[in-house]
Nanobody
Framework: QVQLVESGGGLVQAGGSLRLSCAAS????????MGWYRQTPGQQRELVAA???????NYADSAKGRFTISRDNAKNTVYLQMNSLKPDDTAVYYC??????????????WGQGTQVTVSS
């Protein structure tokens, strides 16, 4: 089992910045991917950014140029630096860890979510 604890959400004005953190504990495989997703009421959860244990990152188009994902493997922690925030970024942000036992066998774990609200 894996436990994920998120922190760093809150209320910020448009144009401001926030940094989200997600600390993982438990049975973490050597090859894993950690990412951030977000969800608004009535909408599907969508990928914001993800980063592998090897450091390869990918971003949603909406996040490119404004958000930066990074990780500290020694601390099993992933970060999301969000700059130039817009009201459209308002959502509950969820951390996800995917453990890869093989390339086709993997296990997903989710955090409890943290609210990000951007006021105009």
């Amino acid at each position: 089992q894996v436990q994920l604890v998120e922190s760093g959400g809150g209320l910020v004005q448009a144009g401001g910045s926030l940094r989200l953190s997600c600390a993982a504990s438990g049975s973490i495989y050597s090859f894993n991917v950690m990412g951030w997703y977000r969800q608004t009421p009535g909408q599907q959860r969508e990928l914001v950014a993800a980063i592998s244990s090897g450091g390869s990152a990918n971003y949603a188009d909406s996040a490119k140029g404004r958000f930066t994902i990074s990780r500290d493997n020694a601390k099993n922690t992933v970060y999301l630096q969000m700059n130039s925030l817009k009201p459209d970024d308002t959502a509950v942000y969820y951390c996800k860890l995917t453990n890869f036992r093989t390339t086709t066998l993997n296990y997903d774990y989710w955090g409890q979510g943290t609210q990000v609200t951007v006021s105009s």
